[in-house]
Nanobody, 121 residues
């Protein structure tokens, strides 16, 4: 059974840093197509923040976090990370881990339960 468990959220002042983790079980990163971080702020729809592919570890980010956030993975630990620096109040949201797994020619998408990030003075 695929499970994704996020951790590392919390309350931080503007300009501060947090490191989110996503521990995956029930599959290995080598079997996934891509791993992604999404976020959902109050009253807004969920948006893709950053992603990393299995093949080549290619990363991509939304413009608003480029240069501040870094997505990475540890395949030995089956864990994905999101290092968030220079945090801004507009980064406040619930952050979700997402896995896209290709099986039998079809994509399957799995989500974690989310971790709250609050940026406030």
């Amino acid at each position: 059974q695929v499970q994704l468990v996020e951790s590392g959220g919390g309350l931080v002042q503007p300009g501060g840093s947090l490191r989110l983790s996503c521990a995956a079980s029930g599959f290995t990163f080598s079997s996934s197509y891509a791993m992604r971080w999404h976020r959902q702020a109050p009253g807004k729809s969920r948006e893709l923040v950053a992603g990393i592919t299995n093949l080549g570890g290619v990363t991509d980010y939304i413009d608003s976090v480029k240069g501040r956030f870094t997505i990475s993975r540890d395949t030995a630990q089956n864990t994905m990370y999101l290092q968030m620096n220079s945090l801004k109040p507009e980064d406040t949201a619930v952050y979700y881990c997402n896995a896209a797994i290709l099986r039998g020619g079809k994509f399957y998408y799995y989500w974690g339960q989310g971790t709250q990030v609050t940026v406030s003075s």
